[in-house]
């Protein structure tokens, strides 16, 4: 089940890095605390590559850890903040607490989860039953009846259901289908012929094949390339992530009759009560994947259904199971991630409590480290930006009057959300500190039971999409929401005693960002009530892509790793919202006291120490093949370009740095790109 967000600062992966043994809250900062920037490189210009100017030195002098596919901020300020979470479970798991409290819940899942001796000497048995269930299946109907019931339990193969609203009706949850059934990250990766694609399918295939040997299967290598045969016709079948962003085309409301009727094979009737879902009418996302697999059903035969089934489920329970199968998965992951070292238990345990049951652990979090005055701050700023964007708006010159209008009130609607929920949600599971593996099923159940007793209600407006303690934030537009959780109030991006500038320069770019991911090539889209509308004059739209399309031309020209372009048309939503979001916060910066003063602090100007803010919250170094998936899959744009992309387009940038014509990033008046 899942929902759509379109997140800021990405944080997908969250592991730790140090130890520190201390138990004491995070000591009190100074007020007026000066930041330094230091490790400047002089000898590259601003204006040829403002990235490396404030960051080289840094980069060149930080190892990433062997146990890690990055290190920095973005993404990996998770690894120190895993750290935090690691400590408080490490205490709470060495008491005993009331059953049924959150100290018991996370403390008993992380206990149970270490038990390595437990977790090893039991092997495979606990993944055994689902493939004796595999081996009674006689036909597809009930090969379907399977496929039900492992989603239920979280292990999602063919299919993929999820509750989340009606995007032509954001008051009521309807159930939506999208399409799924690969192993590898990317439909791409089945076709792409280079060398560096080649040796993940490879890698991939021999995962498999490492599974089933380790599952006591004989001709591992030939059932595997079985199971990729398949996963590659159902590729065929998969839009492109450039074509998914396509929010109308993924929109296909269906009444389940025609899905009985046309798709036979599937049976939608008996999957949706094997679901236990009540549903007349069913948005399939990408009716294409789900027609190919219907075919599929018939052409395929059910033996080899039954090795994908295999494979799927012991790939999705791999990491719960003894040493030789999270050995097995880690030789495969490190060749997408180049990462050379397995993370040690704790670290592991500490991210999969988190991901489980993170607004759990998110209580014990805010409690211990999280101050109210930041979230105070924070909510002055989200109002302040507000208003700075509703200024901007009204000075668009290409945007007609009527449409602001609109605009304006879709900023006005946006739900504001800081630091944590209201209301904390809860888990209805049985955690035993001796059962992992039935732990994590659990848990896994009581999401599934979460998200299906939305179905046809109205959307809880106070639900939050991310934990508390996660570096991130996000736009949801469904909701025509954005949401800066806890972990995101910290340095780099927010420091409660920092100047201004540092502060606009980081969390005011993040909250810029977000406001402008309600006006993208995707959350334009989408009115002030979360509703897919055309709130636009025809005219003021077409002005609208035209724009986008130069921001899609523009990154599309941008590499890493020498060769490696950039895909202008799936990250054109988040570069929007990078080049809105830096207009928005120098305009909130420029209203302050040190905005409108020439006082300069470490021999830097105000307008400097704003820009030079911006370049260290996205200061990151990541491993080689990371990088190189992260291009192929992620809507975002690399961290140097994150910095050097929008500030070529931003005229105050050069002002500031004194950026001539000739310099590798210069813009002509003419090219640098405006939208909001």
Not at 175 to 201: K, M
Not at 354 to 380: I, P
Not at 533 to 548: C, H, L, P, V
Not at 629 to 658: C, I, K, Q
Request: proline residues 4%; negative net charge; aromatic residues 12%.
């Amino acid at each position: 089940m899942k929902n759509l967000v379109y997140l800021g600062i990405l944080a997908l992966l969250a592991t730790s890095c140090k130890s520190d043994t201390s138990t004491d809250p995070m000591p009190v900062p100074v007020k007026d605390r000066t930041v330094v920037f230091d490790g400047i490189t002089d000898s590259i210009a601003p204006g040829d590559n403002f990235y490396d100017h404030v960051n080289k030195t840094w980069y060149e002098n930080t190892p990433i850890a062997d146990d890690q596919v990055g290190v920095g901020a973005y993404r990996f300020l998770n690894i120190p903040q895993q750290e935090l979470l690691r400590e408080i479970l490490e205490n709470v798991s060495k008491k005993e607490s009331v059953k049924g409290s959150v100290e018991q819940q996370v403390g008993d899942f992380y206990a149970s989860g270490m038990d390595t001796v437990k977790i090893n000497e039991r092997g495979m048995k606990p993944v055994q039953p689902i493939l004796k269930r595999i081996d009674t299946i006689t036909d597809v109907p009930s090969m379907m009846g399977f496929v039900a019931q492992q989603v239920k339990s979280g292990d999602y193969s063919i299919v993929n259901p999820y509750v989340s609203p009606d995007q032509e009706n954001s008051k009521m949850n309807i159930l939506h289908v999208s399409q799924t059934g690969l192993g590898l990250p990317d439909r791409d990766y089945y076709f792409a012929e280079d060398a560096s694609v080649a040796a993940i399918q490879k890698a991939y295939k021999e995962y498999v094949a490492r599974l089933f040997e380790l599952a006591g299967m004989d001709n591992a290598f030939a059932k595997a390339e079985t199971v990729y045969n398949i996963e590659k016709q159902l590729a065929s079948s998969h839009k492109t992530r450039v074509e998914r962003r396509n929010v109308k085309e993924n929109y296909n409301l269906t009444s389940v009759d025609q899905l009985q009727n046309t798709q036979k094979n599937i049976g939608w009737n008996s999957l949706l009560k094997n679901l236990g879902a009540e549903a007349e009418m069913i948005d399939v996302e990408q009716p294409g994947y789900y027609k190919k697999l219907n075919s599929m059903l018939a052409s395929v035969p059910l033996n080899d259904w039954k090795l994908y089934l295999k494979a799927n489920s012991l790939n999705a329970h791999a990491d719960l199971l003894s040493q030789p199968f999270q050995d097995a998965t880690f030789a495969y992951s490190k060749v997408l991630s180049g990462q050379s070292e397995q993370q040690s238990r704790s670290k592991l345990m500490t991210r999969r409590v988190d991901q489980q049951l993170g607004f759990a652990l998110g209580q014990l979090y805010v409690k211990r480290y999280f101050k109210e005055e930041a979230k105070e701050r924070a909510l002055d700023l989200v109002n302040n930006f507000q208003k700075t964007l509703e200024k901007r708006i009204n000075n668009l010159e290409w945007m007609s009057d009527s449409t602001k209008v609109k605009a304006v009130d879709k900023l006005y609607a946006i739900n504001k959300k800081i630091g944590y929920p209201d209301v904390w949600r809860t888990y209805d599971a049985n955690i035993d500190r001796n059962s992992f593996f039935e732990n994590v099923v659990a848990l896994r159940q009581d999401e599934f039971n979460y998200e299906l007793a939305k179905l046809g209600k109205e959307p809880n407006r106070d639900e939050w999409y991310t934990t508390p303690s996660t570096v991130t934030a996000y736009y949801n537009p469904s909701a025509n929401e954005i949401v800066f959780p806890a972990g995101i109030l910290q340095a780099p991006y927010f420091d409660l005693y920092a100047d201004d500038a540092v502060n606009y320069g980081g969390i005011g770019m993040v909250i810029g960002h977000e406001f402008t991911h309600a006006f993208d090539d995707q959350g334009a889209q989408f009115d002030k009530d979360g509703n897919v509308s055309n709130w636009w004059t025809a005219e003021d739209y077409t002005k609208f892509q035209a724009k986008t399309q130069q921001i899609i031309d523009q990154y599309s020209q941008f590499t890493v790793l020498d060769d490696v372009h950039l895909n202008g048309a799936l990250t054109v939503g988040e570069n929007t919202a990078d080049n809105g979001g830096i207009s928005i916060a120098y305009d909130a910066f420029q209203l302050t006291d040190q905005g409108k003063g020439n006082e300069k602090i470490g021999g830097y100007t105000p307008d400097q120490r704003f820009f030079l803010s911006i370049a260290r919250i996205w200061r990151v170094k990541m491993r080689d093949e990371f990088l190189r998936n992260y291009v192929t899959t992620d809507p975002h744009s690399p961290p140097t370009w994150r910095v050097n992309g929008p500030l070529m387009n931003f005229t105050p940038f050069y002002e500031a740095f004194d950026v001539k014509e000739g310099q590798a990033n210069y813009k002509t008046e003419e090219e640098r790109i405006k939208i909001w």
